[in-house]
């Protein structure tokens, strides 16, 4: 068994397909510019190969929304946009990324992947050491996954490359803050384990 998974966060249909309701709002230039939906299939396919668990975390609510936080910055307005919402296509993972069945799928109701999620404890069971993770966006996930999973005591490796934030400022500045926190590495150096 792996000591080590490979967690893609928030790679869904609401924020990373062309089609999705905060693609065009939101992440549509930096998606595409820096190539993030290939760039993250490469990394799953060699991840995969190595015999690497994969586990996709995704932030969806109920059909009611009962978990999104009214006072959320950042959620407060998915009631009203109807986005999010699980059991919709906006929640399911990218179709290019090749989920499988056997693959972990965590659902989430706030911006941390171990905030009331079973996340944690799939880790422990699994005996995971290490987490490989990338996702969008990298100054909320993306930070939420390398800070927590660090101070759980995982060590932490970012695909930096299979990151992205609205813009490449953000991003920048998300990567910097993140440095102390995880080794970084990219798509094509990676050599997962």
């Not at 296509?89 to 079973?118: C, E």
Request: glycine share 6%; with cysteine; hydrophobic share 40%.
């Amino acid at each position: 068994m792996s000591t080590s998974i490979y967690l893609v966060l928030d790679m869904e249909n609401d924020l990373v397909h062309a089609d999705g309701a905060n693609y065009k709002a939101a992440y549509a230039e930096q998606v595409e510019a820096r190539r993030i939906v290939p760039n993250t299939r490469a990394a799953i396919d060699k991840a995969r190969a190595a015999g690497l668990r994969i586990g996709f975390v995704r932030v969806g609510f109920s059909a009611d929304y009962r978990e999104c936080p009214p006072n959320s910055p950042i959620f407060s307005a998915a009631r009203t946009r109807g986005v999010f919402q699980l059991g919709t296509w906006g929640t399911q993972t990218h179709p290019d990324l090749g989920q499988q069945a056997g693959d972990f799928d965590i659902v989430k109701h706030r911006v941390s992947p171990f905030y009331a999620t079973s996340l944690e404890a799939i880790l422990r069971a699994q005996g995971i050491q290490r987490i490989y993770c990338s996702g969008v966006s990298t100054n909320a996930v993306v930070q939420a996954m390398v800070r927590e999973g660090h101070d759980r005591d995982f060590e932490m490796v970012l695909l930096e490359d299979c990151c992205c934030a609205p813009t490449a400022e953000e991003h920048a500045n998300a990567i910097q803050g993140l440095k102390r926190f995880c080794q970084l590495t990219s798509s094509a150096e990676v050599a997962f384990s």
